[in-house]
C-alpha cells in the first residue's frame, strides 16, 4: 500500500495562509514595541533584530505547536493509517520549520543581547561567551532537541514514531521553558513552571486543532476523533487560564502593572482573548453533543464546527503573536530585588521561620510543575471512554497525587531548599509516593514487557529495581546536587528521577514472580536506601556544603549535624515503608498485577 500524498493546497487557501501570517507578524512587531516601551538598552541592535526576534519567535512557537499537537493526534486519537501519516508528515514539516525558527531566534537573540546590529563587522566575534550563558545554553538545547526531533519523523509513519516525535518534541519544548524570564529572583521556578504548562498546552491545543484541518473531512469531521480532541482542548483550556494567570501575576510587582506597563496590559489582553476562546469551545461541544449524522442537524453541526474551529485558529494565532511579543521584552518584576539575607541571595527565597510545629504545618510554596503532574495522572484516570476504574486503585491513585502535590508544594519544599534534612527527606517521599502509583495496574498498564525480562531473573529483577536509588544516591553524592539546588531544570530531574524511580521499582517487584524471586527484588532498593541513611548518619563530609552551609540560619546552624538527622529521616521512612508493605501484602496476598 502505497503512502497517502497531502493534497496539494489551493491558491486562495495559501494567500489567505500568508496574509494571516504577515498580519500575525506585524501584530507581534507592533506589540514588542509597545511592550519594550521605555526599557533602557546599551545598545540598540538595529532594526532588523528589534523587529525580527518576536517574528522569529512567533514562527518557532506556531510551527513547534503544530508539530507538537499533530505528533500527539497522530500517535494517539488517529486509527486510520492514512490520516495518520498525513497528521504525522504535517507535523515533521512543522518540527523542521521550528527548527529553523529557533535556530533564527537564538542568532536574533544574540544581537539583542549584545547590542550587534546583524550584519556588523563584530557580529559573532563573542557567540561563544553567549552560548555559554545560561540562556544560550538552553536556546541550544532547544534548537538541537528540535532538529533531532524533525530527524526522527522522517524515520517512518508508525504510531510509534509519532508518540517518539511528541516526547521529542516535549524534551524540546521543557529546553523552551527554562529560557523564560526570571521573573523576579523569588518567582522563578514558578515562571518557568508556568510558562512549561503553557507551552505544551499551546501545543495541544492548536498544534492539534490545525493538524485535523489538513486531515480530509471523513476524518477531520469524524465525532469520535473531535470528541477525544475535545477533551484535549478542554484540559489545555484550563492549564492555558491557570498558568497564564499564574505567570502573569509573578511577572508583575503589583495590580498597579496593569495601568502602566504595556507588558501586563498584553498579557490581560491574552486572558480575554481565552475567555473568548472558552466561548467558541463551548459552542463546539453544544455541535458535538447534536451530532454529526447524515441528517439536517448534524450537517448543520458540522457547518458550526468548522467555521467555530477556523475562528478559534485564528484567535489562537494572535494570542502566540502577543505572547512572542511578550518572549522578546522584559517583564516589570524583572527589576525586582532579591530578598535580603544569604539565604535570599543563594536561594532567591527570603529564609524560613525556625520549624515549629505551627512554621512547618503552615509553610506552603506552590509549584506549578509538581501540580501539573498529578492534574495529569487524573486526567489521564479518567479519560472519557475508559473502562470503570477499580475503587481502591482509585483511592491509591488519589493518594499519590495528593502526596505529590504536598510534596512538591509544602514544607518539605520551603525548608528543602535550606536544610539537608527536609531536602532528602522531600526525594525519599517522592521515590515512596512513585512506588503507591506503581502500584496503580490501570495507569502504569500491567507490567508485561519487564515480566517477560525480569520474570525468571531475579538478580536482574534486583539491579533494576536498585538502579533508580542508586542514580539518586549519585546524584546527592556528586555535583550534580549543586546545580539542582542552584537551577530549576536540575531540580525538575532530580524530583522525576525520585517519582519515576519509585514507579520503576514498583514495576519491577510487579513484574517478578510471588516467592523469594520477589522478595529479593523488593529487598535491593530497601537496603540500598538503608545503607544511604547510615552513611548519612556516620559521614563527617557536608554535601553541598557551599550552599547547606552558607543560607545564615540561626536555627539549625551545625548542618553536619542537620544532615545527620537526614540520615535518621531515611532509616526510619525505609523502616516504615517495608513494613507497610509487608502488611499490605499479607492482608491481600492474592492481589491481581
Same mark, same amino acid.
Given at each position: ?19 494571516? !501570517? ?9 506589540? @514588542? ?89 563584530? /557580529? ?49 519544548? /521543557? ?19 508556568? *510558562? ?10 492548536? #498544534? ?63 486572558? $480575554? ?9 463551548? !459552542? ?32 489562537? #494565532?494572535?494570542? =502566540? ?13 524583572? &527589576?525586582?530585588?532579591?530578598?535580603? #539575607? ?28 509538581? *501540580? ?26 488519589? =493518594?499519590?497525587?495528593?502526596? $505529590? ?36 495496574? @490501570? ?39 549543586? $546545580?539542582? !539546588? ?6 525538575? =530531574? ?5 517519582? #519515576? ?21 523488593? &529487598? ?23 550552599? /547547606? ?30 513494613? &507497610? ?13
Amino acid at each position: 500500500m502505497t503512502a497517502p500524498v497531502l493534497a496539494r493546497p489551493a491558491p486562495r487557501t495559501l494567500v489567505l495562509l500568508v496574509v494571516a !501570517l504577515l498580519a500575525l507578524a506585524l501584530v507581534a512587531v507592533l506589540a @514588542a514595541d509597545a511592550a519594550a516601551g521605555g526599557n533602557l538598552v546599551l545598545r540598540d541592535a538595529g532594526a532588523i533584530a528589534r523587529h525580527g526576534a518576536p517574528v522569529a519567535a512567533l514562527i518557532a512557537d506556531l510551527a513547534s505547536a503544530l508539530g507538537l499537537g499533530g505528533a500527539v493526534v497522530a500517535g494517539w486519537l488517529l486509527r486510520d493509517r492514512e490520516d495518520r501519516i498525513r497528521a504525522l508528515t504535517a507535523a515533521a514539516i512543522a518540527a523542521g520549520v521550528a527548527t529553523l525558527g529557533r535556530a533564527a531566534a537564538l542568532v536574533l537573540s544574540y544581537a539583542v543581547a549584545t547590542g550587534q546590529p546583524v550584519g556588523s563587522p563584530r /557580529f559573532g566575534s563573542d557567540l561563544g561567551v553567549y552560548l555559554g550563558t545560561e540562556l544560550g545554553i538552553w536556546l541550544v538545547t532547544a534548537l538541537v532537541l528540535t532538529a533531532a526531533a524533525t530527524t526522527l519523523a522522517l524515520t517512518g509513519t508508525s504510531r510509534g514514531v509519532a508518540r517518539m516525535l511528541a516526547a521529542g518534541l516535549l524534551l524540546a519544548t /521543557f529546553a523552551t521553558a527554562m529560557t523564560g524570564h526570571a521573573a523576579g529572583d523569588a518567582n522563578h521556578e514558578a515562571a518557568t513552571s508556568t *510558562m512549561l504548562a503553557h507551552l505544551l498546552a499551546v501545543g495541544l491545543w492548536l #498544534g492539534g486543532l490545525g493538524a485535523l484541518q489538513l486531515l480530509p473531512a471523513r476524518s477531520r469531521d469524524d465525532a469520535a476523533v473531535v470528541r477525544g480532541y475535545s477533551h484535549l482542548a478542554l484540559i489545555s483550556w484550563i492549564m492555558l487560564a491557570l498558568s497564564g494567570v499564574w505567570a502573569l501575576a509573578v511577572r508583575m510587582n503589583g495590580p498597579g502593572d496593569l495601568l502602566t506597563s504595556a507588558y501586563v496590559q498584553l498579557g490581560a489582553l491574552k486572558m $480575554l482573548l481565552l475567555l473568548l476562546l472558552g466561548g467558541l469551545g463551548w !459552542l463546539q461541544r453544544r455541535a458535538l453533543a447534536t451530532g454529526f449524522d447524515a441528517g439536517e442537524e448534524g450537517r448543520a453541526a458540522v457547518t458550526s464546527y468548522r467555521r467555530l474551529a477556523l475562528l478559534e485558529l485564528a484567535l489562537m #494565532g494572535l494570542a =502566540v503573536a502577543l505572547a512572542a511579543a511578550m518572549s522578546s521584552s522584559p517583564p516589570p518584576a524583572d &527589576a525586582g530585588v532579591p530578598p535580603e #539575607g544569604t539565604a535570599g541571595l543563594l536561594t532567591g527565597y527570603p529564609l524560613p521561620s525556625a520549624p515549629t510545629l505551627l512554621a512547618v504545618l503552615t509553610a506552603w510554596r506552590p509549584d506549578p510543575f509538581g *501540580m501539573m503532574v498529578a492534574c495529569a495522572l487524573l486526567l489521564w484516570w479518567w479519560w472519557p471512554g475508559s473502562a470503570a476504574r477499580p475503587r481502591a486503585a482509585t483511592r491509591r491513585l488519589l =493518594v499519590g497525587a495528593a502526596l $505529590l502535590v504536598l510534596l512538591t508544594s509544602g514544607p518539605l519544599n520551603v525548608y528543602g531548599k535550606v536544610l539537608v534534612s527536609a531536602h532528602v527527606l522531600q526525594h525519599v517521599l517522592l521515590l515512596g509516593t512513585g512506588v503507591l502509583l506503581g502500584t496503580v495496574p @490501570a495507569l502504569t498498564g500491567p507490567p508485561g514487557a519487564l515480566r517477560r525480562t525480569l520474570g525468571r531473573r531475579p538478580l536482574l529483577g534486583a539491579l533494576a529495581a536498585a538502579a533508580p536509588v542508586a542514580l539518586l544516591a549519585a546524584a546527592y553524592a556528586s555535583p550534580f546536587l549543586r $546545580l539542582a !539546588l542552584d537551577g530549576h531544570a536540575a531540580h525538575l =530531574v532530580v524530583q522525576l528521577l525520585a517519582a #519515576g524511580g519509585g514507579v520503576l521499582l514498583a514495576l519491577c517487584v510487579r513484574a517478578t514472580a510471588p516467592g523469594r524471586a520477589r522478595l529479593l527484588v523488593a &529487598a535491593a532498593p530497601v537496603l540500598l536506601l538503608l545503607a544511604a541513611g547510615v552513611t548519612l548518619l556516620l559521614t563527617d563530609h557536608l554535601m553541598a556544603a557551599s550552599w /547547606f552551609g552558607a543560607t545564615g540560619r540561626t536555627w539549625f546552624a551545625d548542618a553536619l549535624a542537620d544532615q545527620r538527622r537526614a540520615g535518621i529521616g531515611v532509616l526510619l521512612t525505609t523502616g516504615l515503608g517495608a513494613i &507497610a508493605a509487608v502488611l499490605l501484602a499479607r492482608r491481600n496476598p492474592r492481589r491481581a498485577d
